[in-house]
């Protein structure tokens, strides 16, 4: 059982660069999400999909961009990394709007 | 604002000690709440997950209770064991949001001592 996959698991970035977190679950579930989580902010809603072709921004959406082509993929892209960035990124995917949530092992990403 | 907080932050127990967590929530409107277990530089895993309906829900020696009209949910654990050390989460799903805007707290860092 797959479940969530995230890749890759740790990435370094220069500030300025650009890049995309890959998110997949093989769970046939409509609802994914990504989060973030840093020391002392616990775990922060980026972006979320309801479905293919449907997102919507989280608490904290500056400087993150999604899509959702498919119902297995949920790609998060940072268009133009900085240090505020680093943190470690969570996708997360729950078949209803209310039911248990899973969760991807994280990627760590450090921003110099 | 809702929020939900955990408190202690950490704790330390003896293994073979019942234990509780708690969690506490700002407002009563909830949907339902969920349990969660991280393990170091791991993800989230899901415990348990108690609709607003309900008062207590149960697995092996995980129990997980609800008082709406406190704000309050406890996780109790029995019998700790040292592979129970990690970090638990709760995270709560307001009224009229999706799954997706749970607010989540810091957590609870367990460790048991063998």
């Known amino acids: 059982n797959a479940g969530v996959t995230q890749t890759p698991k740790f990435q370094v970035l220069k500030t300025g660069q650009s890049m995309t977190l890959q998110c997949a679950q093989d769970?046939?579930?409509?609802?994914m999400s990504w989060y973030r989580q840093d020391p002392g902010m616990g775990l922060r809603l980026i972006h979320y999909?309801?479905?293919?072709?449907?997102?919507d921004q989280g608490e904290v959406p500056n400087g993150y961009n999604v899509s959702r082509s498919t119902t297995e993929d949920f790609p998060l892209r940072l268009l133009s990394a900085a240090p505020s960035q680093t943190s470690v990124y969570f996708c997360?995917?729950?078949?209803?709007?209310?039911?248990?949530?899973?969760f991807g092992e994280g990627s760590r990403l450090t921003v110099l | 604002k809702q929020e939900v907080t955990q408190i202690p932050a950490a704790l330390s127990v003896p293994e073979g000690e019942n234990l509780v967590l708690n969690c506490s929530f700002t407002?009563?409107?909830?949907?339902?709440l969920q349990w969660f277990r991280q393990d170091p530089g791991k993800g989230l895993t899901s415990l348990l997950l108690?609709?607003?309906?309900?008062r207590e829900q149960t697995s092996g020696r995980l129990n997980a209770s609800l008082d709406k009209s406190s704000g309050r949910s406890t996780l109790y654990i029995a019998a700790s064991q040292p592979g129970d050390s990690a970090t638990y989460l709760c995270?709560?799903?307001?009224?009229?949001?999706?799954?997706?805007?749970?607010?989540f707290g810091k957590g609870t860092l367990l460790t048991v001592n063998p």
């Open positions: 997360a995917s729950s078949y209803t709007n209310t039911g248990e949530l899973f």
């Open positions: 769970m046939n579930h409509e609802y």
């Open positions: 999909s309801v479905g293919a072709g449907i997102t």
């Open positions: 407002d009563s409107a909830i949907y339902n």
């Open positions: 108690i609709q607003s309906s309900q």
């Open positions: 995270a709560v799903n307001w009224l009229g949001s999706s799954n997706y805007k749970l607010t």
